[in-house]
């Protein structure tokens, strides 16, 4: 055979194999990160496409197509492909929904008008969704304690374009990047070819090391409540919550994720006990006492099918954990009242119901079987504060009240009473060795909400100046979980630079105090 012809053949068998398949496979991988890449770096503005990407990549705990698909908002239903322009405007005309629907909320006796003391009136009996007092205030434009009908129309319709335009930013900028045939359409093909790219990238999270787990890091939540059944002679109780009343030092699944975390006190007895333990919000759950007594705990956290979030725990052996998808064996619940249903509801799942149940909207520390309690409560002890254009407001008998700016030298004690105020618990200090977790465990590099604004203060990085706060230095990373209530506002010193990691609902802004990320009051 000549030389030039087993030449070829050589080359056609190599490339045949599964190493060389592997080799194409992870060149076509760094390819295409290197297309989004490249994408991310001309579009948005102050590097915002570039943030979103390096979250993408670089946020390791999450499963890389439920981080598409929840930025994107598409393909949750496997119909693919779809034009992401259309998502862009289906999310920025609910978007508008919400806000009708919150202001209408107040609207209590139908008239079309919503007051300063119907308003009031709805945040005193607690159903308001978080976001009617601050819009209340924000509409409220020439102070008359009214929005008419007119003045909503016109209110709904500015705040609407505004959101979405910041909708359209995100939707827009990450579709691009990975639409890699530019047609405007997301196809499963490069939904898959996005996922592979994002696995591609390997770098660490900077500042932070990644601790080995003992268990195999490959999620194991499961789309069914496809767990090992209880013995005979064990008893079944269930811990059921919206939130832990603590922080953890560490994260479970991402430097832009908030790790909560509550205490399960394991009492003296002789049955063996199984536990089941479900939350909203994402929590490390703290086994101590007599945890010999447990044979397993069943964990699970979020509230729907699709959402995935997993949960962690401490104490206790990796053998006796196993950890379900959000919904997969019951429907959380968080009101005490509901405490025998919770108990009912797993009967088709175990076999038979729960022998008791602790049902509390914030778990701090709950003694099993008993259900006895210790520093458990609302975070937020109850009072309703609200946000707006930089200023705070509590609720109280007589409305809404702003709050005094800390004077100077107060700033650090105002920042523990909001750490308290809303995680009375504090900070836990966590070996992350010693926690079981689907996800990989790393230590913060900023601690989450108020409990990394209040280190940064003690670092000297940043200062409060008014109702902001001045960045003194470079930060590492801006705190997770600055949403809603925990949002504040940043203005950054001369030639700090825009701080890595996601600020939220937060304001941002640079020396000269121009807005650097989508929200700006």
């Keep these: 055979m000549p030389f030039a012809r087993r030449s070829l053949l050589l080359a056609v068998l190599l490339a045949s194999t599964p190493a060389a398949a592997e080799v194409t496979l992870k060149s076509q991988a760094q390819a295409d990160l290197d297309v989004m890449r490249s994408r991310a770096a001309t579009l948005g ?42 998502t862009m405007l289906a999310n920025a005309a609910a978007q508008r929904g919400q806000i ?5 909320s107040a609207d209590l006796d139908n008239d079309g008008t919503v007051t300063r003391d119907e308003v009031t009136r709805v945040l005193q009996v607690g159903r308001s969704n978080g976001m009617l007092g601050d819009l209340f205030l924000k509409f409220d434009t020439n102070v008359d304690d009214r929005i008419s009908p007119d003045e909503l129309t016109a209110a709904v319709s ?118 089941f333990v479900a939350s909203y919000e994402l929590v490390i759950w703290r086994l101590t006492g007599a945890v010999d007594r447990v044979e397993r705990i069943v964990v699970q956290s979020g509230s729907g099918s699709s959402d995935i979030r997993s949960g962690a725990v401490t104490g206790i052996p990796a053998e006796k954990v196993t950890f379900v998808a959000a919904g997969a064996c019951l429907k959380p619940d968080w009101e005490d009242k509901n405490s025998d249903q919770v108990a009912d509801s797993l009967q088709g799942n175990l076999g038979r119901a729960a022998a008791g149940a602790f049902v509390e909207y914030t778990i701090g520390s ?73 996800y990989p465990v790393e230590p913060y590099v900023v601690l989450p909400q108020q409990a990394g604004l209040a280190q940064l203060m003690e670092q000297g990085l940043i200062k409060r100046q008014g109702n902001a706060f001045l960045v003194l230095q470079p930060i590492p990373r801006f705190p997770a979980g600055l949403h809603g209530a925990h949002s504040v506002s940043f203005v950054l010193g001369p030639d700090v630079p825009l701080p890595p990691g996601d600020p939220g609902h937060s304001s941002v802004r640079d020396a000269n105090r121009k807005c650097l990320v989508r929200i700006c009051p």
């Design 100 to 104: 009708l629907a919150a202001i209408l």
């Design 366 to 438: 709950v003694a099993l079987p008993s259900g006895k309690t210790k520093d458990s409560g609302g975070s937020a002890d109850g009072i309703d504060l609200v946000f707006s254009g930089g200023k705070r407001f509590v609720l109280t008998e007589d409305g809404m009240e702003e709050v005094e700016t800390p004077k100077a030298g107060e700033e650090d004690a105002a920042i523990q009473r909001e750490l308290n105020r809303f995680h009375p618990g504090g900070v836990v200090k966590l070996d992350p060795k010693t926690v079981v977790s689907a």
């Design 158 to 275: 500015a705040a609407g374009e505004d959101m979405a335009s910041r909708q359209g930013d995100r939707v827009s900028m990450i579709g691009t990047l990975i639409d890699f045939d530019g047609n405007g359409q997301i196809t499963q093909k490069e939904l898959d070819r996005a996922v592979a790219a994002l696995a591609a990238q390997s770098a660490p999270i900077e500042g932070a090391e990644v601790v080995p787990q003992a268990v195999d890091p490959a999620p194991k939540s499961a789309a069914s409540c496809d767990v090992v059944a209880p013995t005979s002679d064990a008893l079944i109780h269930v811990v059921s919550g919206y939130e832990g009343n603590a922080l953890a030092n560490v994260s479970i699944g991402g430097q832009d994720r908030v790790t909560q975390t509550a205490e399960l006190v394991i009492e003296p007895g002789d049955e063996p006990l199984y536990l």
């Design 45 to 86: 503005d102050q590097g915002d496409a570039m943030r979103m990407l390096d979250r993408l990549t670089r946020d390791g705990g999450r499963d890389p197509v439920v981080a598409l698909q929840d930025l994107l908002g598409i393909g949750r239903d496997g119909k693919l492909p779809i034009r992401y322009q259309d």
